[in-house]
């Protein structure tokens, strides 16, 4: 669980809003704190194989969220990326997403 905003939030649901567009594969979320300190969801995302990360489909999947979750809920950044960092029995590896989001370029890096 992740407290946004002083509000319970579940990874899952946001996940799920984001399972639901037709262009995400597979989608993990972990919580970051911003530039004041506070956390906010953060999304990495495995496009199908017919998509490719761009900034219009950042912003194609954010108004998405925006439609299905509350307003804090919403990821404030998306990754795009080609798997998921997993454990031999298939568990998405969250640690291994915070503590990589410091460095891996955004979608920015897609042009």
Not at 16 to 24: E, I, T
Not at 44 to 66: A, I, N, P, Q
Not at 67 to 84: C, M, S
Not at 85 to 104: C, D, N, Q
């Given at each position: 669980?992740?407290?946004?905003?002083?509000?319970?939030?579940?990874?899952?649901?946001?996940?799920?809003a984001?399972?639901?567009?037709?262009?995400?594969f597979?989608?993990?979320?972990?919580?970051r704190p911003?530039?004041?300190g506070?956390?906010?969801?953060?999304a990495?995302v495995?496009?199908?194989?017919?998509?490719?990360g761009?900034r219009?489909?950042?912003?194609?999947?954010?108004k998405?969220?925006?439609?299905a979750?509350a307003?804090?809920?919403?990821?404030?950044?998306?990754h795009?990326?080609?798997?998921l960092?997993?454990?031999?029995?298939?568990?998405?590896?969250?640690?291994?997403?915070?503590?990589?989001?410091?460095?891996?370029?955004?979608?920015?890096?897609?042009?």
């Amino acid at each position: 669980m992740l407290k946004v905003g002083g509000i319970w939030c579940s990874p899952f649901e946001v996940e799920s809003a984001l399972n639901d567009h037709p262009k995400v594969f597979e989608a993990a979320v972990v919580g970051r704190p911003d530039a004041q300190g506070l956390i906010k969801p953060e999304a990495w995302v495995v496009l199908t194989k017919d998509s490719k990360g761009s900034r219009e489909l950042e912003r194609d999947l954010l108004k998405h969220c925006k439609n299905a979750l509350a307003p804090y809920k919403y990821p404030r950044k998306v990754h795009f990326v080609t798997e998921l960092p997993k454990t031999t029995t298939g568990k998405t590896m969250r640690f291994v997403l915070r503590e990589t989001s410091a460095i891996t370029p955004s979608v920015d890096a897609y042009a």
